[in-house]
C-alpha cells in the first residue's frame, strides 16, 4: 500500500530553513553551527547534518524547529527509531504541532509501527479532516493493522466527495473485499478497471477470491496483476499464499520472499512465511516472521498464537501459558487457544487446569454442535 | 528435559533413511518382531499386495460409475467406466494391511490419488471409502479416486511408511513402505551413525519407555491422531471411535501423569495386538483392585474391556472398532463425545 506512503514522503521534511536563521552571527557561534547544518541537509549531507544539529541543540536544547529538522536528517538516514525520539522532544515542546506530528507519524510507519503511527494520524486527520494525504496514510494503516471497518468508515465519505479518486477506489475496494462486502468492494474493482487493465484491480479480485477460498481463480488473478506490476506492493504475499493453498510450497515460500525484500513489514507475507517455516520445523526464523508480523499488527491473536505454539515446541510452557491464557481471557470461545492451553497447563504439572480447558473444549465443541443446522455435524 | 524431548517427537519430518536395516544390526530382535505387525506394513507394494493377489478382479458400482480392480501379473488396474468413457489408471501402493479394509493410491496428472473404492475385510469386496460417503463424483477420475492437496498426500505418506517426507514436502522416489523404526525414534539415523563412530556421548537415544501418558499419546498421536487434533476440528460421534488417543483421553481414569493408562500400557509398540481379551485385566485391575481400595467392578472379574471398552459398529467402515473411552456403558446411553 505504498500508494499514498510514496505520495507523503514530500511531507516528512525540513521544517526549518536557512533563511529563518540570522547571517549576522559568526560560524562557530550556535547560529553558525545551525546554519551549517541546514546548509549539509539541505546539500544532502545527512550524517554532517545530524552532527550539526546535535552540536547546536547541546546549547540550545529548546530549539523546536532545529530538533524537528535533526528528526527529519534522522529518518532520511533510515534511523527512524532516533527520528522518533527526537520528533517526541519537539512534541513536548509544542503537542499540537502538526507538521511535527505528521512527520512522527512517518517515521513510525516506516520504522513498521504502524499502530502507534495511526494513533499519530488519527490526530492530525482529526485537526485536518479535509486534508487527503493523512486520510489515505490513516487509511492504509487500518489496512495493515486489519482494521478493516475503520478504514471503510474513513474511505467512505472521501470516496462519495471525490468518486474519481483511484487510490480512493482502491483502498476502499480493498477494506471491502477483506471486510466480507465483496459485492460492493467488486464494484469499486469494476470502476477502476473501466480505465483499463490494471494490478491493482487484479489484486483485489484476488483477494476476493481468496476470501472465498477459490484458490485457484485467486492465484489466476494475482498471475495477471503480477503480469501487469510485478513489484505493486502486497501482491506477493497474497500470491505467495494463494500458491500455497494449491499446494505450490516452493513457489509460496519464494513470493513471500520477495514481498518482505521490498517491504518487511508486510503483515501478510510474514505471518504466511512464518507458518511454512514452523512446518518446515525452521522454528527459529518463523519466530522472527511472526514477531515482525507482531510489530505491524500489535494486538494480532492469530500471530500471538502461533507465537505460543513456537513456545510450546521450544519447551517454553509457561512463556506459552501467559500468551494463551491471556488469548482465552480475550475471547473465551477461541476454542484453538483453549487446546493448547491445556498442553501448556500439563507441561507445567498443572494438571488439574490442564483437565478444566479439556473439559472447557468438550463443552464448547457440544455447544457448536448443538447450534449447528441439521445435516451439518461432522 | 522432557519438553525438549517432545519437541524431538512432535517434529512432522521423517528424514530420508534406507529402512531400517541399520537398526536390525543391533536390534534384531526388536526388528524381526516388528516387521510383521499391521503398522510396519501400513503400506504395501502392489506386487507384494496379498489382498490384491486374493481378489484379482474386484469390482463396484456406484450410479452410473462401474469400478474394477483387476490383477494383471505384478500391477493392479483401476478401471472406472460409465457406458459413456473410461478411466484406467494402475494402483500405486495400497494403504493398509487389510485387517478392517484397505484403500489404494494412484498417481493421476502430477497428483495423488485415494481411490473411492476400498477394499473390506468383513465383506471381501469393494466399497465406497469411508471419507467418501455423503460425496458425489462429478467425473470420471473423481470416481477412481479423491485428489489430494501435497500436505495431505505428504501427511498420509508421513504416516503409513517412512523416509518419505522432508520439509514437508511428499517425495515419492525415498518411499519406504510401512512404520519404521526412525517414524518413532525420531534420532535413530544420528544414533547409527554415531554408533557406528564409536561415539557413545552423542548416540544416546530418548528412551520412549519413560514417557508420561500424555507424551505417549501426542507421540503415537502423530499418526492416531492426538487429543487436540480431534477436538480442534470439532469431530464427535461414532466417527471420533477410529482415533483412539482422543478417544483414551476422554476417559475418566486418564491422567496425563500417570504411565498406567497410556497406548504401551496395552499394546506393545514392536508387536502384534493382542486378541486374548482377558490378557488386559491386569492392566486394568494395576488401578482398580480391592488390594488398592480403589473402585473396582462389581459385575464382572475378568474380560473388562468387553463391557467397559465396547466394540463400536462404524457405518460404512464394515469394521468393529474398539472404543478406547474407557466407561460404564449403560444402555441405551449416546454415543459420547
Known sequence: MLVCGRALAGLAGLILSISDVGWCQGADSPEGILRHALQLHQAGDIAGAIAEYRAYLNQVPDNLMARSNLGAALARAGNYEDAIVEYHKALEQQPGNLPIRMNLALAYYKAGKISPAAGELEGVVAERPGERQPVLLLADCYLRLGEDRKAIDLLDPLQQQTPDDKAIDYMLGTALIRDGQSARGELLVDRILRDGDSAEAHLLMGESRLSAKDFADALEE????????PQLPSLNGYYGTALADTGDITGAEAAFRKELASDPNDYVANFQLGKLLEGDANYAESRRCFERALTVRPHDRAARYQLALLDLEAGQAEQARVALESLVRENPQDVDAHISLATAYYRLKRKPDGNKQRA???ELNAAKQAAAPAGMSK | MRPALLALFLVPVVAAGSGDSACAACHAQETAHFRPTPMAQALLLVENCEILKAHPDMQFQEGPYHTQIKREGDRSIITVTSGVESFSVPILY???????GQTYVFQHDGAIYESRASFYNETGGLDLTIGDQGTTPHTIVEAAGRRTGPAEA???????????????ILHLESVVPGVGCQSCHVQAEKHAAAVRAGNVATAKMAHLADLAAEETLELCGQCHRTWAQIAQTGMHGPNTVRFQPYRLTNSKCYDVEDQRIRCTTCHDPHGQINTNLASYDAKCTACHSTALHTEVCSVAKDNCVTCHMPKIDLPGAHHKFTDHQIRIVKAGEPYPN
Open chain 1, 360 to 362: 472447557l473444549v468438550l
Open chain 1, 222 to 229: 494475482f498471475g495477471k496483476a503480477l503480469a501487469i506490476n
Open chain 2, 94 to 100: 495400497a494403504l493398509g494391511q487389510g485387517k478392517a
Open chain 2, 154 to 168: 505428504a501427511n498420509c505418506f508421513g504416516c503409513h511408511s517412512h523416509g518419505a517426507v522432508a520439509g514437508g
